[in-house]
């Protein structure tokens, strides 16, 4: 068992990060569904729910508050280049680690490395697709600012 | 059991995936069922809901 631990050890990093994404979408849905309940009373007297009430309801629920599918936001726009060189580095890091061969986990540094770098490109798409497509989203947001979906 | 584990770790990755994107897509559901219960709650009302609130209702919160 310990054997094991000692080979595998690095895989609490990555089933973290999922276990963290699930409690993160848990808080979210809990912030919103709040946010749902509050603006039940406001309707029930008549008013208008405050802006700010009404911005809580555009995080989807699975926004790891890094502005992870935040496409809609400027806030990805702005940050989106910052994760890319993060990860970047990261790959960059990995791959020596693998070179090295340290801690004698040449492998499993290789596939890290391989997330890591498939990470920074993704983003890299993403950000260069929301930046593309940007103008296509003000345009739209715009529009329904002006004449709002119905239901 | 240990040997099992050794050949198929890898296996944890798209396992994690497949339960995190099944929770979330859990979520994301039950929040679209209570936004669609609040706009009824509007619509008893006679009020307008809000346009945030219909966005979210037909999946377009992203």
Redesign the interface.
């Known amino acids: 068992?310990e054997d094991?631990f000692r080979?595998?050890w690095w895989?609490l990093f990555?089933?973290s990060w999922?276990i963290i994404?699930?409690w993160n979408?848990?808080l979210?849905?809990r912030r919103?569904?709040d946010a749902?309940d509050l603006?039940?009373q406001y309707?029930?007297q008549?008013k208008e729910?405050p802006p700010d009430l009404?911005?809580t309801?555009?995080?989807?629920?699975?926004?790891d508050g890094w502005g992870r599918?935040?496409?809609?936001h400027y806030g990805y726009r702005r940050s989106w280049p910052a994760r890319v060189a993060m990860f970047s580095i990261l790959a960059v890091g990995f791959y020596w680690a693998a070179s090295e061969n340290l801690y004698g986990a040449e492998d499993a540094f290789k596939?890290v490395t391989f997330v890591m770098g498939a990470i920074a490109v993704a983003t890299l798409v993403g950000g260069l697709v929301a930046r593309l497509g940007g103008r296509d989203l003000d345009r739209e947001l715009d529009r329904?600012?002006r004449d709002?979906?119905?239901? | 059991m240990e040997e099992l584990f050794r050949d198929y770790w890898w296996l944890l990755f798209p396992l994690s995936w497949m339960v995190y994107a099944g929770w979330t897509g859990f979520l994301h559901e039950r929040r679209r069922a209570e936004a669609f219960k609040l706009i009824r709650t509007y619509r008893e009302k006679g009020q307008e809901p809000p346009a945030e609130l219909a966005r979210m209702a037909l999946g377009r919160e992203c």
């Open positions: 068992m094991l080979s595998y895989l990555p089933l999922f994404g699930g979408s848990w979210n849905y919103s569904r749902m603006m039940r309707a029930a008549g729910p009404m911005r309801l555009s995080y989807p629920v699975d926004d599918r935040r496409y809609r596939i329904d600012r709002p979906p119905s239901p």
